[in-house]
């Protein structure tokens, strides 16, 4: 037989995705452009310095300990510098290197690498790392309540929880946009910005429409059902983390689940937790640890909301047997 037109088989997968990782993670770089840039428009130079402490001490906290275990260098990938990016849009513009630095660490060293590398980590590493900065050190994490000239505020969920006036609020064209006093972590003031990065993957089919959409869903719905109106259910989409949430970590491949069902259920959740976190928790932020929860139980929705493979049928009870 011809060399040519033997049939080779081989195992499976017979159908292969061009898309490497690097490729997904530079898709997702991409999309957080936008952001990135409202961002140092509305904080400065500092915003910026903060993005590059924190992409710099992910890459070179995954290279270093990939080096001393002798594994294969992956900072190719680009998997550390989102990372790096994501964990510096949870942080303040005010956060010293330090801080930025010991974040980036905990992301890639902790939550990352000691579960194995890229695709082991069982949660979103940059919210873990806020998680852990938050816990250390709360009353710098909180810092946005500082502006550049001086005076200080507060954040718009931050008047809402405290009961403050409510002029001090800004408007909801404004926190659309992210300008005109709305304060916030670096990554989380441009509701538009966080849109057209999260259409953008969407439409690169780099993550699906069913956990952001549900998520915010969720949360318009629950406010409504809280007294919020219309308006003030809007607000709380636009306010905080929740765009940010909702459209970069809550789709993390790896610590959210990729049945169909599945991200419905996990995207409910979400939502679910964000806001009786915003309602009665103590806290007026509730993204990172709605997430950070649901991150938790993604393997058990994994695996109740599983197909069932074809040609196995499921064991029957020792009663029926």
């Excluded at 930025?100 to 579960?115: L, N, P």
């Excluded at 640890?289 to 493979?309: D, E, F, G, H």
């Amino acid at each position: 037989m011809d060399e040519n037109t033997r049939l080779i088989v081989s195992s499976s997968p017979h159908v292969r995705d061009t898309r490497t990782t690097s490729k997904i993670m530079l898709d997702v770089i991409i999309a957080m452009i936008p952001a990135a840039i409202v961002a140092i428009c509305v904080f400065g130079i500092q915003a910026l310095l903060v993005l590059i402490y924190c992409v710099a001490s992910a890459v070179l906290t995954e290279y270093v300990i990939e080096k001393i275990l002798k594994k294969p260098v992956t900072i190719s990938d680009l998997s550390a510098v989102v990372t790096g990016m994501l964990l510096a849009f949870n942080l303040p513009y005010s956060a010293p290197w330090w801080m930025c630095v010991v974040g980036g660490v905990f992301a890639i060293g902790v939550v990352k690498q000691a579960f194995g590398g890229l695709g082991a980590n069982f949660m979103n590493p940059a919210l873990a790392a806020r998680a852990f900065l938050l816990a250390c050190w709360p009353t710098r994490m909180t810092g946005t309540a500082f502006i550049p000239d001086g005076i200080t505020t507060a954040t718009p969920l931050g008047i809402i929880k405290e009961g403050l006036d409510a002029s001090m609020l800004p408007s909801m064209m404004d926190m659309f946009l992210g300008v005109n006093g709305v304060f916030g972590a670096i990554g989380e003031i441009s509701a538009l910005a966080l849109l057209i990065g999260g259409i953008y993957l969407i439409c690169r089919k780099v993550i699906s429409w069913r956990i952001p959409v549900t998520y915010l869903a969720t949360v318009f719905v629950l406010e409504l059902c809280f007294g919020a109106g219309f308006s003030g259910a809007l607000y709380q989409i636009f306010a905080g983390g929740l765009m940010l949430g909702a459209f970069f970590m809550a789709t993390d491949y790896v610590s959210s689940p990729n049945t169909v069902l599945g991200q419905f259920i996990f995207a409910f959740g979400c939502g679910l937790i964000t806001v009786i976190i915003r309602q009665f928790g103590g806290y007026p932020e509730g993204v990172s640890y709605s997430i950070l929860l649901m991150n938790v139980a993604a393997p058990l929705i994994q695996r109740y909301t599983a197909p069932r493979v074809y040609g196995i049928q499921k064991q029957k009870k020792e009663s029926e047997a």
